[in-house]
């Protein structure tokens, strides 16, 4: 009959909900959510300033006449010290907002909401690299904030000229590589009270272990042998080392190929981790 309608679905409502527009449209969803909420967090734009501000501030002009730096790839000339720890510091604002972003994914756990958001229509690693974006997209906000502010205190860094592409993209990988390993410690980390303790068994080794507060020579020169060996295989420190270089249009050696590894390995456990089915998390199980 003419009046009966058609109760099964048109091509136009089933595949609104289907392939790439879709996808894209959670995308950018998610991105948007999590700016939102970056913006109602004031004193989290301002806590991702001051520590590393402090370093450069305080802590450079402390030890600017006992950590020389000599005329070592990719400087052509000597330095000053705070030249020398900016691109480690821009690191730093990178490790903290993707560990912060782990945070913010056990709490939403926690509250319910992840999980609801891994019954989208969807496939779960699409909604985890869009989380992923999110917290790039973050990163390299509040790293550019850095930036600004340590430029209007006087610390002149090459940023802009033909090495802007690539600087751009050392960036890039390296907000995506520490996204992605704070995506897969919230897979182990169950509670928030157990939050604190991980990050800082993560984040601190990380960061002293690492090119950014002194070069590797330094280390093997003072005899750290441990010390320089964990940083010469930290992905944390050819993070760092492909900013260094990238400023300066220098070839960063084994560096990208390393971070792009750890960016792989760390997301593809982290989606592994949040399939109930087959991965560690079983996050489904988990009632508290």
């Known amino acids: 009959m003419s009046g009966t309608p058609d109760p099964r679905p048109t091509p136009e409502a089933g595949g609104a909900r289907h392939g790439l527009p879709h996808a894209l449209q959670a995308l950018r969803a998610i991105v948007a959510r999590e700016l939102m909420k970056f913006g109602r967090q004031y004193g989290r734009l301002v806590s991702a300033l001051v520590r590393p501000l402090l370093w450069l ?12 730096v000599a005329i ?12 020398y720890i900016a691109p480690g ?13 782990s945070l913010a994914m056990v709490y939403d756990r926690e509250m319910g909401l992840m999980r609801l958001l891994l019954t989208a229509p969807l496939p779960r690693w699409w909604i985890l690299f869009a989380k992923l974006a999110a917290t790039a997209v973050l990163s390299l906000a509040q790293a550019l904030a850095f930036v600004i502010v340590a430029r209007l205190i ?15 993209l050392a960036a890039v990988c390296g907000a995506l590589m520490l996204g992605a390993l704070g995506l897969l410690l919230s897979v182990h980390v169950k509670q928030l009270e157990n939050f604190a ?14 090119t950014a507060l002194y070069p590797l020579w330094k280390l093997e020169e003072a005899g750290a042998t441990w010390v320089w060996q964990i940083a010469r295989f930290n992905p944390f420190t050819h ?50």
């Open 197 to 210: 303790g991980t990050m800082n068994f993560v984040i601190f080794p990380m960061y002293f272990m690492s």
């Open 154 to 168: 006087g610390t002149e860094l090459p940023l802009l000229g033909p090495q802007t592409p690539a600087l751009l």
């Open 72 to 83: 070592v790839e990719p400087y052509d000339t000597y330095i000053p010290y705070e030249v």
């Open 239 to 288: 993070a760092v080392e492909w900013l260094r270089f990238a400023m300066y249009g220098k070839d960063p050696g084994v560096s990208p190929w390393i971070v792009l590894g750890t960016l792989a390995l760390c997301f593809a456990l982290a989606a592994w981790g949040y399939d109930p089915q087959r991965g560690f998390g079983q996050l489904t199980k988990r009632g508290s």
């Open 89 to 101: 510091l821009i690191g730093m604002v990178l490790l903290f907002n993707g560990m912060q972003s």
């Open 57 to 68: 501030a305080v802590f450079a002009a402390g030890f600017r006449n006992v950590f020389g």
